[in-house]
């Protein structure tokens, strides 16, 4: 399986983007689907993600500006972010964590930009 990242780009300082994540076949049993970024010369980090029951977790660094969110039905992940930052430049990546076996699956990575 494979998870489609879109909707990155270039914005300004300020600016807003929507994520989208649209796995290659329908995913079953979906644990989290989450949202990572990588900067230049750093680590992944969390960005937020999103349990089967709802609950949501936040990096302290987006919270307040970003939202995370999924349809059951489209089997689609989605990250609203609002009010961005230069720091916020990065390769996004979504993930799910599926199955008893708790696979995981990542997307190929969209790229945000922030323009200061």
């Known amino acids: 399986v494979q998870l489609q990242a879109s909707g990155g780009g270039l914005v300004q300082a300020g600016g807003s983007l929507r994520l989208s994540c649209v796995p290659s076949?329908?995913?079953?049993?979906?644990?989290?689907m989450g949202w990572y970024r990588q900067a230049p010369g750093k680590e992944r980090e969390l960005v937020a993600d999103i349990t089967s029951g709802g609950r949501i977790n936040y990096a302290d660094s987006v919270k307040g500006r970003f939202t995370i969110s999924r349809d059951n039905a489209k089997n689609t992940g989605y990250l609203q972010m609002n009010s961005l930052k230069p720091e916020d430049t990065a390769i996004y990546y979504c993930?799910?964590?599926?199955?008893?076996?708790?696979?995981?699956?990542w997307g190929q990575g969209t790229q945000v930009t922030v323009s200061s």
């Open positions: 993930n799910v964590v599926a199955g008893l076996a708790f696979a995981n699956y």
């Open positions: 076949r329908n995913i079953f049993n979906i644990n989290v």
